[in-house]
């Protein structure tokens, strides 16, 4: 996706967020689950501990002689015992957002379940072809 709008000429700074929200979730809510039963063997199990999460790119620098593009991403998150336990769909509603959360937050203050901040940050060479 990114090599492909890289070798289009489009260097803009982009997005690629992953949802487990809603009916659309769902399936993507039961595959990341099942890489815990399997422990891993059918996903990737960081993908399943973020839930849904967001991801951020930036292209830093085009090398058109190499036909590369260094890109800065960066996916942010944050955890909670809530967002470990609510179910598909209902637990994205607003009703449970507003009722369920706080009060399933609240069983939790500091170590485990309680809330955790990923912040992470990395960088990456993209080939892309020649420039335009």
């Not at 700074?13 to 992953?18: E, I, K, R, S, V």
């Not at 769902?26 to 990737?44: E, H, I, M």
Request: glycine share 10%; hydrophobic share 40%; aromatic share 14%.
């Amino acid at each position: 996706m990114i090599g492909a709008r890289l070798a289009a000429g489009n260097y803009e700074a982009g997005a690629n967020d992953y949802s487990v929200a809603g009916v659309e979730g769902v399936p993507k809510y039961f595959q990341d689950y099942s890489n815990v039963l399997t422990f891993g063997n059918t996903g990737n199990l960081a993908v399943t501990f973020l839930g849904s999460y967001s991801l951020k790119y930036y292209v830093t620098d085009v090398n058109c002689a190499s036909g590369t593009a260094t890109v800065l991403f960066n996916v942010w998150n944050e955890s909670t015992l809530a967002s470990a336990t609510h179910p598909p769909v209902l637990g994205y509603t607003d009703f449970w957002q507003d009722n369920i959360e706080p009060m399933v937050n609240g069983l939790t203050g500091t170590g485990p379940m309680s809330r955790v901040t990923q912040d992470f940050w990395w960088t990456e060479a993209i080939p892309f072809g020649q420039c335009k």
